[in-house]
């Protein structure tokens, strides 16, 4: 079922161009890509030059929502799911993301606008076992008493 009050094509659109022009300007400016499981992953690893741009990209992701409440209203976050169940699917997602040499911003947003056929492979995979996970979580297993 859609919720149409929470759809919002323009701020949406908004968000995907401010997005991909986010990766634009990291790729041409600093020749590198804007994936996130990558950005953190380099703080630990990274010399002391490489370190400046990733702690500023990771300040700007997470101050970029404060910054937006001070002009519009935030959605409210509601989660669904218990404590366990997001400490699996968070280990699930990390182990993916080292599986697949790389997150979906990673391979679904620079990956794939660089044509390259290993992030469309791996992008086809996580989707592909999104679809399905949402559908046998909502369709097949609901109603079972697990």
């Known amino acids: 079922m859609i919720n149409w009050g929470s759809f919002t094509p323009l701020t949406s659109l908004l968000g995907g161009v401010l997005i991909g ?4 300007v990291l790729l041409l400016g600093n020749g590198r890509i804007a ?3 990558g950005i953190l992953g380099g703080l630990w690893s990274a010399d002391r030059s490489d370190r400046l741009w990733r702690v ?3 300040a ?3 101050i970029s929502p404060t910054v937006y409440g001070l002009f519009a209203i935030l959605p409210e976050a509601v989660i669904d799911a218990s404590i366990p169940t997001l400490i699996v699917s968070g280990l699930l ?3 993916g993301t080292r599986y697949a040499s790389g ?5 679904g947003v620079c990956g794939l606008s660089r044509g390259s056929i290993r992030s469309l492979t791996a992008t086809i995979a996580f989707m592909g076992a999104g679809f399905l996970t949402v559908f046998i979580v909502r ?3 609901t109603g079972l008493s697990l």
């Open 103 to 107: 997150c979906t911003s990673g391979h």
């Open 35 to 37: 994936g996130i499981s």
């Open 21 to 24: 022009v986010a990766a634009a």
């Open 93 to 95: 997602v990390g182990l």
């Open 60 to 62: 700007g992701m997470l």
């Open 139 to 141: 369709h097949v297993l």
């Open 56 to 58: 500023a990209f990771v």
